[in-house]
């Protein structure tokens, strides 16, 4: 079946670039109508999204940290990735990627509903 | 941003007992094209990936006990363990899939 797996470093120094990679694997990045999403969880605390992106790719990103944020996908490799510049410690978080939800009739539906396992990323020089 | 609040924050439930986790939008999530509310639920045991449980506030998703129900619409919400049994510890989140920025509740811990 369709899986997700997080992969990077799990150590970033302050004001640098965080980059991390999703695997997609059991299953084609390029299904129609499926989009690719990055949510975070900081340690202790709450879920927020980030930001997701389609195959084609055409991006929707949280106001919070657009000028921040860029997500890519790479279909020859079935993975889409994440970079968030400028890192703080408040960015210290557990990064998962996830597939959003799709109706029967193809229309792409915002809810989450299968994510990968999660990666911890710390922010400390 | 749609804001989601969540109560209480923590519960305690004997086993075989009723939980009931609520979460408030602070503005309506129903659509009036459809009639459908753009609601879903989570739950995430510890070290793990949140799981979705329900979607569109009542549809439960395939392979989830049918003791999980879901309530509510417009701005209010319910999520409802009929009978709670151990594997159901964990943090429960609401989240709002009406307008982005998607956001989720704080999160609800349900213990035995």
């Known amino acids: 079946q369709l899986q997700l797996e997080e992969s990077g470093p799990g150590l970033v120094k302050p004001s640098e670039t965080l980059s991390l990679t999703c695997t997609v694997s059991g299953g084609s990045i390029s299904s129609r109508s499926y989009y690719w999403g990055w949510i975070r969880q900081p340690p202790g605390k709450g879920l927020e999204w980030i930001g997701n992106i389609y195959y084609s790719g055409n991006t929707y990103y949280n106001p919070s940290h657009k000028s921040r944020v860029t997500i890519s996908v790479d279909t020859s490799k079935n993975q889409f990735s994440l970079k968030l510049s400028s890192v703080t410690a408040a960015d210290t978080a557990v990064y998962y990627c996830?597939?959003?939800?799709?109706?029967?009739?193809?229309?792409?539906?915002?809810?989450?509903?299968?994510w990968g396992r999660g990666t911890l990323v710390t922010v400390s020089s | 941003d749609i804001v989601m609040a969540q109560s209480p924050d923590s519960l305690a439930v004997s086993l075989g007992e009723r939980a009931t986790i609520n979460c408030k939008s602070s503005?309506?999530?129903?659509?009036?094209?459809?009639?459908?509310?753009?609601l879903a639920w989570y739950q995430q045991k510890p070290g793990q990936p949140p799981k979705l449980l329900i979607y569109w506030a009542s549809t439960r998703e395939s392979g989830v006990p049918d003791r999980f129900s879901g309530s509510g619409s417009g701005t209010d919400f319910t999520l409802t363990i009929s009978s709670l049994q151990a594997e159901d510890v964990a943090v429960y989140y609401c989240?709002?899939?009406?307008?982005?920025?998607?956001?989720f509740g704080q999160g609800t811990k349900v213990e035995i």
């Open positions: 989240q709002e899939y009406y307008v982005t920025p998607w956001t």
């Open positions: 503005q309506s999530v129903l659509s009036s094209s459809n009639n459908n509310n753009y």
């Open positions: 996830a597939r959003h939800g799709r109706s029967s009739s193809g229309i792409p539906i915002w809810y989450f509903d299968l």
